[in-house]
């Protein structure tokens, strides 16, 4: 019976190729926009949360519910870290402390002007001062890591930005001045010595960041503040779990606020990134009705201008199941056919889509807006699915209710 | 009442102290007279919120902990300036007098605080001489940062990408309404065959028929166009107050402007057209006893 119905389809299709293959391309554009937004809708968090747990600390403490950073720093961090770190269920905990600092190249102008290819001699730079353990952080892609033993000269690691807009590399010296907290900015610059270059985990495209060991950038902000932390990285052990540890933390100290990743997640999710889950549930509706709206007037159409050989099938003894169901068929192949095109066409287009949103300022460069998972296409199949069947309802109503012989009569007598 | 100022920095008139939700758990307010404590702003979310009202008083402090709490007064609610930056964030803020700021803030022990502020507003005589203003400023005053508040087209500001977005996915759907109208369009004409063949033999000529679908095809486009400008103007109220309402903001989240009427006029009267004309095409180019079935 399906094979039989399925025939009849593809005869119908063949028999217009023009008309077949625009409904194909409309299912396949529609299509493609609605995989699109289905990738969106769930992309943005998917890549989040891969982001964070890359970096492999599953617990953030702060002292307030801002992010990480503009929350005000945490005081007496040496004992709150010690404190942290006797947990049973802790394996490590790293206290960061962001900063902003102007950096340049120790072979700049003394003037601080500009170079003469128009070059700033200066960036602005975050400056993450990290205690030990903090190397998952980033990734060093030329020169080596920071050395939290050795009491040498300061060195710093900077990113692939700093290194290109300065010219600096393993090796180099540079100077940094903070811009840290109130009265700093007349602290006097401190010379680094560039101990290599990296790749930092939560950088956006034209950020500028570098990274050196806590002690040392208390020498470029002084000592005021020295004991603060602006964030605590925490890893629990296997086995303890992310949700006991910050539970035992909130015990430990309740005026600080503990967010796992899964909490980080689940706010992006409801507050960060809802523009976009929204304007992709907007869309998806949008393309499912306009692909509806599409297969239901093609087909819609083509029965009507059908009726008279309808009719005349039935009258040579086809039941009205095998009509009705080649309609439904019809249908299925065009949004099949459609949906199957959509599936690689949606994977080129998201690139696209998804090369022009990265290059919003302060989205790490890691971070990707669609994101490929099976529940996506799983769901993109339910969808023209039932696109397919509420389309084919009103063309399939006609011939369930076709009278034969009045249908004959009248094709006969025009 | 509890009130922690957890951040406080902005511009030298103002001061934004962004509240946790856990420093507001007590309701116990107070309510005072008192001139000599000194008054603050509150946001209108503020407000809602925490169920403050005008003239309660709060306490605020510069500590996390909320250690050292000093007492201010509502005297006022505020609608923040709407910031499509920060649009789905909640605006709990406060303003208050910088002196009073710095007092809450300034640590005792280091008296070169109290002169500090975060950042100073500067209105220019002429506005544009902003630019070169910035940069005198930025070379008189090493450490500083000084930038016009007009600021220039950066290609890679957040809406500069989001408008682009925006333009891709419209693309992308007006490539699926070329394809949908000429199906429709091969399909109206299709229909017609009979008729067109029958007003050839009756002679009327190709070029005529052309005219005749031409003006037909601007009609429907003209007219399709016209009930998606004005579908789309009702629309716009709607979604901006769905908007407005799921995240407590008074930004305008949909604008129709002229501008953009005029963009989808240009865009779909033509392609309206050209669609008609590709489909009639394919049955004015055969030949006349094709077209009758004959």
């Not at chain 1, 629990?236 to 967010?259: C, K, M, T």
């Not at chain 2, 052309?210 to 601007?218: D, K, M, N, P, S």
Request: proline content about 6%.
């Amino acid at each position: 019976m399906l094979l039989r119905s399925l025939r009849l389809a593809a005869l119908s299709l063949v028999r217009q190729p023009t008309r077949a293959i625009l409904g194909v391309l409309g299912v396949a554009a529609v299509g493609a926009l609605l995989f699109d937004m289905l990738l969106l809708s769930r992309g943005l968090v998917l890549s989040f949360r891969d982001l964070l747990d890359r970096v492999g600390f599953d617990v953030r403490v702060l002292a307030s519910d801002s992010p990480a950073f503009s929350a005000p720093p945490m005081p007496d961090a040496t004992r709150l870290g010690r404190s942290l770190s006797a947990l049973p269920e802790v394996e490590a905990v790293v206290r960061l402390r962001f900063e902003d600092v102007e950096i340049e190249a120790s072979s700049a102008p003394a003037s601080g002007d500009d170079r003469p290819d128009g070059v700033p001699a200066r960036h602005v730079a975050g400056f993450i001062g990290a205690g030990t353990t903090a190397r998952s952080l980033w990734t060093i892609v030329e020169g080596r890591d920071l050395s939290f033993d050795a009491a040498g000269d300061p060195t710093v690691i900077v990113n692939r930005h700093v290194g290109q807009g300065l010219g600096v590399g393993p090796g180099s010296s540079v100077w940094v001045r903070g811009r840290c907290a109130a009265g700093s900015q007349a602290m006097p610059p401190v010379r680094f010595t560039v101990a290599g270059i990296a790749d930092f985990a939560y950088d956006s495209g034209g950020a500028s960041t570098l990274a050196g060991r806590l002690e040392d950038l208390l020498r470029v902000c002084g000592a005021g503040g020295a004991d603060v932390a602006d964030l605590f990285l925490v890893r629990s052990r296997v086995g303890a779990g992310a949700d006991a540890v910050a539970a035992r933390i909130r015990q430990a100290h309740p005026e600080l606020h503990v967010l796992t990743n899964e909490d980080l997640v689940e706010r992006f999710s409801r507050i960060e990134f809802s523009y976009f889950r929204q304007l992709s549930v907007v869309l998806a509706t949008v393309t499912l009705f306009f692909g509806f709206l599409l297969i239901a007037v093609l087909l819609t159409v083509s029965v009507n201008q059908r009726l008279g050989e309808i009719a005349a099938l039935r009258a040579l003894g086809l039941s009205r199941a095998r009509v009705v169901s080649g309609v439904l068929v019809e249908s299925a192949l065009l949004v099949g056919a459609g949906g199957a095109l959509a599936v690689p066409l949606g994977a080129a287009l998201s690139f696209w889509l998804d090369g022009i949103l990265r290059a919003m300022p302060g989205v790490p460069v890691e971070l990707r807006f669609f994101v490929f998972e099976p529940r996506a296409l799983a769901i993109h199949a339910a969808l023209l699915l039932v696109a397919a069947i509420g389309a084919a309802a009103y063309p399939m109503w006609i011939v369930a209710v076709l009278p034969i012989a009045a249908t004959l009569r009248r094709e006969v007598v025009s | 009442m509890r009130l922690r100022v957890l951040a406080a920095f902005s511009s030298a008139w103002l001061i934004s102290a962004v509240t946790t939700a856990a420093a507001f758990r007590d309701p116990a307010i107070l309510r005072s007279r008192d001139p000599a404590t000194p008054g603050l702003l509150v946001s209108r979310q503020l407000l809602q919120s925490r169920h403050l009202r005008i003239g309660d008083i709060v306490q605020l402090s510069a500590d996390p902990s909320g250690a050292n709490p000093r007492p201010f007064r509502i005297d006022g609610g505020y609608e923040p300036t709407p910031d499509p930056a920060r649009f789905a964030q909640a605006h709990l803020e406060a303003r208050l007098h910088l002196p009073d700021l710095i007092g809450l803030i300034a640590d005792p022990a280091d008296p070169a605080q109290a002169g500090t502020v975060g950042s100073i507003n500067v209105r220019l005589e002429s506005p544009a001489d902003a630019p070169a203003f910035a940069l005198d400023v930025a070379a008189r005053l090493p450490g500083t940062v000084a930038r016009p508040t007009a600021a220039p087209d950066e290609r890679n500001s957040p809406f500069v990408v989001l408008e682009r977005f925006h333009l891709a996915i419209a693309v992308v759907t007006v490539i699926g309404s070329a394809i949908f109208l000429l199906a429709l369009m091969v399909m109206l004409v299709d229909e017609r065959r009979g008729t067109v063949g029958t007003l050839r033999l009756i002679g009327l000529t190709r070029q005529r028929l052309v005219l005749q679908v031409l003006a037909e095809g601007t009609a429907i486009a003209t007219a399709g166009a016209a009930f998606g400008i004005l579908f789309a103007l009702g629309a716009e109220g709607f979604f901006n107050r769905f908007f407005q309402w799921r995240y407590d903001t008074a930004l305008v989240f949909l604008r129709i402007t002229p501008r953009v009427i005029g963009q989808s006029l240009l865009l779909a009267v033509p392609l309206g057209i050209v669609a008609s004309l590709v489909a009639s095409w394919t049955i004015l180019r055969q030949p006349l006893l094709g077209l009758i079935r004959r």
